[in-house]
């Protein structure tokens, strides 16, 4: 089994999960550099390991991060997956490794 070797941060937020084009609201548990930690928020709604698309924001940060990833854990009744990231853009990587290692991400102002 695959252990994440990256530091995490508890990360507290709903967000959009797409599988094969269908929408799923899940609920972030925590994340890394180098994926997240996801439960699905409504009952009876499982997730399997095919590649999900993500939107998502972290906190004090207006800018959503779209993300793509795979489940590399799930639990027994897959409702919460360990995803790790497969694509994610540069900007979108750095605001996550701000975001763990307690810093506020570097945005430049539009």
Do not use: K, W
């Given at each position: 089994?695959?252990?994440?070797?990256?530091?995490?941060?508890?990360?507290?937020?709903?967000l959009?999960?797409?599988?094969?084009?269908?929408?799923?609201?899940?609920?972030?548990?925590?994340?890394?550099?180098?994926?997240?930690?996801l439960?699905?928020?409504?009952?009876?709604?499982?997730?399997?390991?095919?590649?999900?698309?993500?939107?998502?924001?972290?906190?004090?940060?207006?800018?959503?991060i779209?993300?793509?990833?795979?489940?590399?854990?799930?639990?027994?009744?897959?409702?919460?997956?360990g995803?790790?990231?497969t694509?994610?853009?540069?900007?979108?990587?750095?605001?996550?490794?701000?975001?763990?290692?307690g810093?506020?991400?570097?945005?430049?102002?539009?």
């Amino acid at each position: 089994m695959e252990r994440r070797i990256d530091e995490r941060r508890p990360l507290r937020v709903l967000l959009n999960a797409f599988q094969r084009g269908v929408p799923v609201i899940c609920a972030a548990e925590d994340i890394s550099t180098s994926g997240i930690r996801l439960r699905t928020v409504l009952n009876g709604r499982r997730l399997s390991d095919d590649r999900l698309h993500m939107e998502f924001q972290l906190p004090d940060d207006s800018a959503v991060i779209n993300a793509v990833g795979v489940a590399v854990r799930s639990t027994r009744d897959d409702t919460i997956l360990g995803i790790r990231f497969t694509h994610l853009s540069t900007e979108a990587s750095a605001s996550i490794q701000a975001y763990v290692e307690g810093r506020s991400a570097m945005r430049a102002s539009a």
